[in-house]
């Protein structure tokens, strides 16, 4: 997402650090193109004008002439003060039994996936979730998070008998009392700020039930209007946070440091693709690591860990070790894979790697089909798989014997490279695909 | 025509009375520009989305006119109106015997709704619309269109989440032409232009389009959010890349943003703006008139 930003920062200060000593001209010059930068990465003009006073202040000062490497020093004045713009990492609070969470925002923010992905995360943490569906609407809403309730496994309330919002969440908070819910998450429709009485509905929702926590749910395309919408629903009903969406776009994301510096809200999770796993926790160094290009290396692992359970490491492991490693085995990895998310956010978070490299996840879903079509001795045992069976299954899959013979040969190269680094180890690392 | 007209200015009233309003002023007041003048008009069209370039560009014409003995406000209307494409601004609807217009975009913008929209025009220009709900990948993204089909009275083709769009398009357009049906509208899901498969799968509908019609769909229409920032180039650039687009739809008018995006938009790719979207109503529906749109910021 910030990626663009990145390289633009990347020049400015490959333009500073061509010089041997810098003046604080050298520093004007570098600042008026992170200026650009952040202008262009969609930071609200007075959010720069601030952001690029306070930088300011501090290159210009000894520290900064002193400094052998000038640019590494710069970076690291940016990075500071962008972490004190984005602020302390700040979690959802769920200290009230149970934990009442009001989703608000535009329409078309990404409120209602955001429901689910909470719900799933809060389910994968032990703490009983429960989904309302308040967004009486937009046509077929109430069906939708229907639906995601029930892929993800977790209870809800849904009526589409009446139009009238606070008395269904009012009586969705009861049943998720009932059903023993810790964390209760209320979806409602998107509405403009500037539309008094849908605004007026959202205050009186939360006088009356008075959520632990109201989240603005923002989308990270957003552009320098991003600063009203916010201020907006803060000014009249009171946020806690931000939970800022679709963050696998190329956009730059500049708005995430609009609203922190003007509403002063904390962004606690950030949405990073369709499926229901795909939220993060908001880690400001992450992000600033990010918009820095030093990639995230972290949050990979992490997500690797919280995949493969201990048991199933140790399992594969031993496989590997011992190269007994089937196509079963393959198919679990892709499907390990498939739920950490989509590959090209993964792809994206290892250094090095070119940011706008794409991955295609056509190949996922084709080697799965192929491995589908195996009868269960052929997946074990692949060295049994000859011309007839290869037909049969290229036609089972509905692909060629030519992607049959490639998966195989695919394989046997993974087999080999296990036996290989078999010592080590598997956590947080997925060989045999990358 | 004169309540369509009115709809549009009204608006576009809090436009007017936002950034812009103080940007008309600003070139309105007396004497000659000075830089403070400059540094400020920049400043309002960065607020409103233009974007660094554009507004560097709108500013180096807009002194040029000046220096050319111009008003600061008509050379500012100058330079924007400049911007916007010459290209028409109608729907394709004639010449084909059943146009097919195809509705993309990244997740959210409001195609579902657009679709909704532009077939209860047709409908009450006459037409006979089929609508296809090729959004099989989103939770009831197809029972959303559906919901709108029933409440505007067109047809709506659908399928069983996770059916493949491409097929369900391929016999959408039997079907229309089995049932005498005058248009065929395609709603599909909401895709990151970031990502290559579902780019790739867009095209693919596309080509179906082109081979089961013998000729290109009549529209194909990026739909875009007018709060949506500089992203909205990407969008535009990996969207026209894989489609040739024919238009833009900005949707979300109604709402605070400025829509400045659309100088950008259309000075780059020269793909003009159709439609805008003002509202949640199936009837916000309205042409965009960059003569109007430009001056109703200066009137
Ligand atoms: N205020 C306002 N809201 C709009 C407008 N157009 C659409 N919306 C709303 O925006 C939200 C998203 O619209 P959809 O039509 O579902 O958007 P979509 O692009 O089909 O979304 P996906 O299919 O999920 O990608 C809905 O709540 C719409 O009512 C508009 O012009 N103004
Ligand atoms: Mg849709």
Redesign the interface.
């Known amino acids: 997402m910030f990626d663009a930003l990145s390289s633009k920062l990347d020049v400015a200060f490959k333009k500073l650090s061509r010089r041997g000593v810098l003046r604080p001209a050298d520093v004007k010059n570098g600042l008026r193109e992170i200026r650009?930068a952040l202008?262009?990465?969609?930071v609200?003009?007075k959010v720069v004008k601030d952001f690029i006073r306070r930088v300011e202040e501090k290159a210009v000062g000894e520290d900064v002439l002193k400094s052998l490497t000038p640019a590494q020093q710069i970076i690291k004045i940016v990075r500071d003060e962008m972490l004190d713009v984005l602020g302390a990492p700040a979690p959802v609070n769920s200290d009230t039994s149970p934990t009442v969470i009001l989703l608000v925002g535009?329409?078309?923010?990404?409120k209602t996936t955001a429901a689910a992905k909470l719900a799933k995360k809060f389910k994968k943490e032990g703490l009983k979730p429960f989904l309302v569906a308040a967004d009486l609407?937009?046509?077929?809403?109430v069906?939708?998070?229907?639906?995601?309730a029930r892929?993800i496994d977790v209870g809800i309330y849904a009526t589409k008998e009446t139009k009238n919002v606070l008395n269904t969440v009012q009586k969705g908070i009861e049943a998720g009392r009932k059903n023993f819910a810790k964390i209760i998450i209320v979806d409602t429709a998107g509405r403009?700020?500037?539309d008094r009485s849908l605004m007026e509905e959202l205050v009186l929702i939360k006088k009356k039930v008075s959520p632990r926590e109201t989240l603005l749910v923002a989308?990270a395309?957003?552009?320098?209007?991003?600063v009203?919408?916010a201020a907006?629903f803060h000014d009249q009903i009171g946020i806690d946070g931000v939970i800022f969406t679709?963050v696998?776009?190329?956009?730059?994301g500049?708005?995430l440091l609009s609203l922190r510096m003007v509403t002063g809200t904390p962004i606690k999770f950030v949405g990073v693709g369709?499926k229901s796993d795909d939220l993060e926790a908001f880690q400001p160094e992450r992000m600033v690591s990010r918009i820095l290009g030093m990639g995230d290396v972290l949050t990979l692992i992490e997500k690797a860990e919280e995949q493969f359970s201990d048991e199933e490491a140790r399992d594969m492991e031993e496989k590997f070790l011992k190269a007994q490693f089937t196509l079963e085995d393959f198919m679990k990895q892709i499907k390990m894979i498939k739920k950490m998310g989509?590959l090209?956010s993964l792809v994206k978070m290892i250094p090095g790697m070119p940011r706008d490299m794409?991955?295609?996840?056509?190949q996922l879903i084709r080697v799965e089909s192929i491995i589908q079509s195996m009868t269960p001795r052929e997946r074990r045992y692949p060295a049994i798989i000859k011309a007839s069976r290869k037909k049969r299954i290229a036609a089972g899959s509905g692909r060629s014997v030519a992607e049959v013979n490639q998966l195989l040969r695919q394989y046997e190269v993974s087999k080999k490279m296990m036996k290989k680094m078999g010592k080590g180890g598997l956590k947080g690392n997925v060989p045999g695909l990358f | 025509m004169a309540t369509i007209f009115e709809k549009y200015e009204k608006g576009l009233e809090?436009t007017r009375k936002g950034v812009f309003a103080a940007f008309i002023q600003k070139i309105k007041g007396p004497g000659l520009p000075d830089e403070t003048f400059f540094q400020e008009v920049e400043?309002l069209l960065?607020?409103?989305?233009l974007?660094?370039?554009t507004v560097a560009q709108v500013i180096e014409t807009a002194r040029q006119k000046l220096r050319s003995g111009q008003t600061p406000e008509e050379a500012f209307h100058h330079a924007l109106l400049g911007l916007l494409s010459p290209s028409g601004r109608y729907l394709n609807l004639k010449g084909e015997d059943r146009p097919v217009l195809l509705f993309v975009g990244?997740?959210?913008?409001?195609k579902t709704t657009t679709v909704a929209k532009v077939a209860l025009r047709l409908k009450e220009e006459g037409m006979r619309p089929l609508i296809a709900a090729g959004d099989t990948?989103?939770?009831?993204?197809s029972?959303?269109m559906?919901?709108?089909g029933t409440?505007i009275g067109v047809d709506v083709v659908a399928k069983p989440?996770g059916h493949d769009p491409a097929a369900l398009v391929y016999e959408a357009i039997d079907s229309a032409d089995q049932n005498g049906y005058n248009a065929l509208l395609i709603d599909t899901a909401g895709r990151?232009?970031?990502?290559?498969?579902l780019m790739?799968e867009i095209g693919k509908i596309k080509r179906i389009i082109e081979k089961k019609s013998g000729t290109k769909p009549a529209e194909t229409l990026l739909v875009v959010?007018a709060?949506?920032?500089?992203?909205?180039l990407?969008q535009a650039e990996i969207f026209h890349d894989a489609l040739e687009l024919t238009g833009l739809i900005l949707t979300?008018v109604?709402?605070?943003?400025?829509g400045g995006?659309v100088f950008s938009l259309e000075s780059l790719y020269n793909v003009p703006v159709k439609l805008i979207g003002m509202g949640?109503g199936v009837h916000h529906l309205e042409m965009f008139d960059p003569r109007k749109f430009v001056e109703a910021l200066f009137s």
């Open positions: 650009i202008l262009e990465a969609d609200h003009y535009l329409q078309g923010a990404g609407q937009r046509p077929a809403a069906d939708q998070l229907e639906q995601l892929d403009l700020q500037i989308d395309m957003a552009g320098q209007d991003a009203n919408v907006g679709k696998d776009s190329d956009a730059r500049g708005a369709e989509s090209s794409d991955v295609d996840e056509s | 809090k400043e960065l607020e409103a989305d974007g660094f370039r990244v997740n959210g913008v409001g990948f989103r939770a009831a993204g029972a959303q559906q919901v709108w409440k989440p990151m232009h970031t990502k290559k498969g790739d959010d709060t949506t920032g500089q992203n909205a990407r979300k109604d709402g605070s943003s400025k995006i949640e």
